[in-house]
């Protein structure tokens, strides 16, 4: 078993910054790949960026290549979504999951065993 706790959400002016973290509890964390993965109304939920156990491998959304960073301290238990030059689109619920597969990465959000109970990120123009 794996629980997952976000937080770092919030309100941010558009150019700005936040970054989420993700405390994993349970299961030894370095051993499974995570990813986040977000939710717009009235939208279908879709990967952000995702890390290999180690953290060495990563894949992001387009949208957010060269703005948001992915990253994991294994020894303190925790993911991290660093976000900069936020844009009024990337106004969702943030969601860290994990899965449990034996796979490097996934950005298929149904791959996902665990699932954190999310955090708003709301970005103003």
């Known amino acids: 078993q794996v629980q997952l706790v976000e937080s770092g959400g919030g309100l941010a002016q558009a150019g700005g910054s936040l970054r989420l973290s993700c405390a994993g509890s349970?299961?030894?964390?370095?051993?499974?790949?995570m990813g986040w993965v977000r939710q717009a109304p009235g939208k279908e939920r879709g990967f952000v960026a995702v890390?290999?156990?180690?953290?060495?491998?990563?894949s992001y959304l387009d949208s957010v290549k060269g703005r948001f960073t992915i990253s994991r301290d294994n020894a303190k238990n925790t993911l991290y979504l660093q976000m900069n030059t936020l844009k009024p689109v990337d106004t969702a619920v943030y969601y860290c999951a994990a899965t449990l597969r034996a796979v490097t990465t996934t950005i298929v959000p149904e791959e996902y065993d665990y699932w954190g109970q999310g955090t708003q990120v709301t970005v103003s123009s």
């Open positions: 349970g299961r030894a964390f370095s051993t499974y790949p």
């Open positions: 890390s290999s156990r180690s953290g060495r491998t990563t």
